[in-house]
């Protein structure tokens, strides 16, 4: 994560190149101001004029540098933030699928919006505001030491000291704010699974204890809020009143040097404008760290959720499907759960099978295996000789196609939905949709391939999307299309009909998991799974 935000120094660079540009005429500015005080109290009008006019020129000059560091500060921060971004997605999609699924979604979720949200405030503006406050401390440095190098040391010595005072009385305030965070989590959890169980709660009238819920979980969050602003006041106005104090001390320890002649008025003015210079970025700085610091955490948490932690290097590649899978002695636990035991039983190319059993039983954990989501843990699984294990999981993906329960559509054309956006010629795309029992329904659309799905197919039935998932399989010209339960959402003519048009399928191997079997169709298939007791018979 890191690495990927690093790629964001270039554009720090230069903004605070430009910054420093900013800060340095800032500086000579200020050096100006002494000038034409102490020559106007001087009574000279000629050198008055001259450092005016110059004066003038220089803060024409601040004004489209002052713009221009507060465009390259947003470009920084922008590129840097791009780049996390696209870095979490990729590693995201390269993390395995079973251990995607071992992790709540809302994990990922919270990454990309509150995670990222504080890399920006808490990271990014930090490593910027760090820079920028160094770079103002060293201008002040400079300047107030071209006047008055004891002054100086006072100053930093005031400055210190305060921005110490301000740090300790921030301290409680930081362990809120983790706090805070901690709650957003659960928040985003909450909200994500709240809006997705609407039905649910709709149907069973739910909708009282998730206004509870939700009451109780705002509440929190909201009452940290109103904590941390409350600290945050009493903790800013006892900032204010040290900073006053400091900057009206020295003050008068340069109006006293003014008396007695060892600095000019013009120094005093100068002094105290520098003194802020020096105080906000050493208060600054005690302000940023511990959000700096905070955000490793952070950074250390998403790269834990991003990393695939079995690391086994698979060598194998799969060009094609050509004879059979084969269990050998296969057995699979979740953790000290065992759902499957010796299990026996080969898959051959081009025949259909019937995987049943009662709920529970181990059918999905069955497919999960075939499907490459999970590995045995004893035993092992050969595909045309090859143990699977040693399959790489693209190339096994390439010749393995899914049918859910769930069939997810993009919001795009039927055809996109069909060709995943791979390109296929016309007739490889008809061909598939009329192997998998697509023709009339794609007759029937206004536009016929070319229509567009939207709000993930609203109005496309059940039976529809399981042909258009079919389709997909056929036309990625996948060898096995494994099914869980495809069809249990569909009334069972529907289920009977796209049943029969896969077991027409010529060549290609279907195992299909599912807890209802008909009688019609039971006898067509090759052989019948029953996953029962650990056991497949
Ligand atoms: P079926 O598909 O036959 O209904 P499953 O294969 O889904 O059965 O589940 C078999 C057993 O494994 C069940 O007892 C279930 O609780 C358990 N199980 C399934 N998935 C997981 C998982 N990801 N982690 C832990 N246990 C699981
Ligand atoms: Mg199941």
Known sequence: MKKAINRGIPYLIL????????????????????????????????LFKKEAIEGFILAGILLPLYLLTSITRGLYINRSLVKSKIYYIESLFKKNINEFQEENNAKYLSALTNDM??????????????????????????????????????????????????????????????????LFEGYTSYIKEVLGAFQIIKANNLNDKVKKDFFKKSKDIQYKGYIIDKISTYISAL?????????????????YMAIKGSITAGA?????????????????????????ISVKSLFEKMDHSLKNHDDYEETLDLD?????????????????????????????????????GPSGGGKSTLLKLLRKYFNPTKGEILIDGKNLRDVKKESYFKNISNVEQ?????EDTVRNNITLYKDYSDEEINLAIERAGLSDFV???????????????????????????????LLANAK???????????????????????LSLEGVTVVNVSHVIFKETKDKYNKVFIVKNKAVV
């Open 15 to 46: 903004a605070l190149l430009i910054f420093a540009m900013a800060a340095g005429l800032d500086g000579y500015m200020s050096i100006k101001i002494m000038r034409i005080v102490d020559h106007a109290l001087d009574g000279n009008m000629g």
């Open 117 to 182: 949200n504080n890399v920006e405030q808490k990271y990014l503006v930090g490593i910027y505001e760090t820079g920028a406050s160094f770079i103002s401390f060293l201008v002040s440095f400079i300047v107030m030491a071209s006047v008055s190098p004891l002054v100086l040391f006072i100053g930093i010595g005031i400055s210190a000291l305060s921005a110490l005072l301000t740090m300790i009385l921030g301290k409680p305030l930081q362990r809120h704010e983790r706090q805070r965070s901690d």
């Open 239 to 255: 900032q204010q009143f040290i900073m006053m104090m400091s900057i009206f001390l020295i003050f008068m320890i340069s109006v």
């Open 268 to 292: 005093v003015i100068l002094i105290v404008n520098n003194m802020e210079g020096m105080f906000f970025p050493l208060m600054n700085l005690t302000d940023i760290f511990p959000k700096i």
């Open 320 to 356: 094609d499907f050509k004879h059979s899978i084969d269990f050998k002695n296969v057995s699979f636990s979740y953790d000290d759960n065992e759902v499957l035991q010796n299990i026996d039983i080969s898959i051959k190319k081009g025949e259909k099978y019937l995987i049943v």
């Open 406 to 410: 769930q069939v997810f559509l993009f």
């Open 443 to 473: 007759k029937g659309l206004p536009n016929g391939l070319d229509t567009m799905i939207y709000d993930n197919g609203k109005n496309i039935s059940g039976g529809e999307r399981s042909r258009i998932a079919i389709a997909r399989g």
């Open 480 to 502: 096995i299309i494994f099914l869980d339960e495809a069809f249990a959402s569909l009334d069972s003519k529907v289920a009977q009909e796209i049943e029969k048009t896969l």
